[in-house]
């Protein structure tokens, strides 16, 4: 019977909790790391035991520690991230130029063909990878050379490069996200990008239709159709047909269509999962009600998801790396909260339950479903 | 023989017990100690000061003999009670509460 491994980052440690494939009672291991932020961690798709994690504080700074046995035992492997050359200036929240300056990696994106690539998504934003298992770490310049990067400017949470999507049927071809810049595609292996933010609108900007400069917030796509894009923006649900060439509002009949995470559904791709949150401004959900929301038609159409979930009184945030799906039959479906709920749906979201109620608060959650 | 006293998260990183003993060859200077520490535990390579500038990272402090050393040169001899074993150098997250 399969197994499912859920990897969980948070403020204070790693979680990595295991099922069987009933998805019912779970093991949970960890703190991993204890009393540091792991903003991420994921494994190789190429060898599901090979898992990376990024550990970080503001006292030490970044580490990336390596697993070869599933996350029973780690090391810590290369930790030199030192942007290409001179990294030059972007803009600083107050509009000043500000320079380059390495804060932590948020995003960490195994290859799905060998167990020793792996990229890194950091702040300030930029792309990096390493060939040899995390020792050595080289950064692909040019998206931060890109002739817009100038002009970029952090988010709330930082200018950090969140979202790296290897795309399965184009070799070379990435898709990556940044607030608050957009999204950036290279059909080179990151030889060069070009901003894909084409019917984008953002009223929080000068220009509401601006090439770069949109707070995304996540994308996602499924494996079997890599041309079809999905995005939680700052605000707005979004959806591309053309690999990200143009987008289409889909956010339909959303309570907010603020938001953090969003994912696709394993088995059927039109399927699709967000948490709507009241506003910029309130980082909580709607009415102290937590809702998963389903498009079963790729958007448009939204379907509250509550069973299981805590329906008043319930103030928690879910961050944009906190959603996955599994990969058996009914897709599983689980997200983390703020308040340290990391939930389960073992039948696409019909029903939800907490694995575990009191961790830190949960910035990502990865799954792995093992044979 | 040169005690260094780390931080909990930093023994718990570099898998030590209790103070750290190193063998530091020339003069006692903080640079001295940290290529020392660094070269023994190479995991601890970018938590207490860059791995290019060699600058000291903001939150964390050098102490010894009851005297905050963050702020001298690097090159600086430590006091003679570190050098020579006396007294350790503290290596300290500021305001870390552990």
């Not at chain 1, 504080?57 to 810590?76: H, T, Y």
């Not at chain 1, 310049?141 to 990067?149: G, I, T, V």
């Not at chain 1, 969003?262 to 009415?287: G, L, N, R």
Request: aromatic share 8%; proline share 7%.
């Amino acid at each position: 019977m399969s197994e499912i491994r859920v990897l969980v980052g948070t403020r204070k440690g790693a979680f990595v909790l295991t099922s069987d494939g009933t998805r019912t009672r779970w093991d949970v291991s960890g703190p991993h790391f204890a009393g540091w932020e792991i903003y991420h961690l994921k494994g190789s798709p190429a060898d599901p035991n090979r898992l990376y994690a990024s550990q970080s504080s503001s006292w030490f700074g970044q580490l990336i520690q390596r697993s070869n046995d599933g996350g029973k035992s780690w090391e810590p492997v290369g930790n030199k991230f030192v942007y290409d050359g001179v990294p030059g200036t972007h803009l600083w929240y107050d509009g000043t130029p500000h320079p380059w300056e390495f804060a932590r990696v948020w995003h960490l994106e195994p290859s799905p063909a060998d167990p020793d690539t792996i990229y890194a998504g950091v702040e300030d934003a930029a792309l990096f990878r390493s060939t040899d298992g995390g020792q050595a770490w080289q950064e692909l310049p040019a998206l931060r050379e890109h002739s817009s990067a100038s002009s970029w400017q952090p988010g709330a949470g930082g200018m950090c490069l969140h979202t790296i999507l290897l795309d399965p049927s184009h070799p070379g071809r990435i898709f990556i996200a940044i607030s608050a810049a957009g999204v950036f595609r290279s059909d080179d292996a990151g030889t060069t990008w070009r901003p894909i933010n084409r019917g984008l609108k953002s009223e929080q900007i000068p220009n509401p239709t601006a090439e770069v400069g949109h707070c995304v917030h996540r994308i996602a796509m499924h494996r079997s159709r890599p041309g079809v894009l999905f995005m939680q923006k700052h605000w707005d649900v979004m959806r591309s047909d053309d690999a990200g060439e143009s987008w289409r509002e889909v956010s339909g009949n959303l309570p907010s269509d603020f938001g953090f995470p969003i994912d696709v559904h394993a088995h059927e791709p039109e399927t699709i999962y967000v948490v709507p949150i009241k506003s910029d401004s309130e980082h909580f959900p709607p009415d102290g009600k937590l809702r998963v929301y389903r498009s079963r038609t790729g958007g448009n159409e939204w379907e509250a998801l509550t069973n299981g979930l805590p329906q008043r009184d319930c103030y928690v945030n879910v961050l944009r790396d906190a959603m996955a799906v599994d990969a058996l039959d009914p897709c599983g479906v689980y997200f983390g909260t703020t308040g340290g709920q990391v939930y389960v749906s073992a039948n696409a979201g019909d029903s939800w339950a907490p694995i575990v109620r009191d961790l830190p608060a949960v910035v990502s959650v990865e799954v792995q479903t093992l044979p | 023989m040169i005690r260094v006293v780390l931080p909990a998260h930093l023994r718990a990183l570099a898998r030590v017990d209790g103070e750290v003993k190193l063998d530091v060859e020339g003069q006692a200077t903080q640079r001295a100690v940290l290529d020392a520490l660094e070269d023994r535990y190479p995991m601890l390579r970018g938590t207490i000061r860059d791995q290019v500038t060699l600058q000291r990272r903001a939150f964390v402090r050098f102490f010894a003999c009851e005297e905050d050393l963050s702020h001298e040169l690097p090159d600086a001899p430590l006091p003679a009670a570190v050098a020579t074993g006396a007294e350790p150098f503290l290596v300290v997250g500021a305001g870390h509460a552990h």
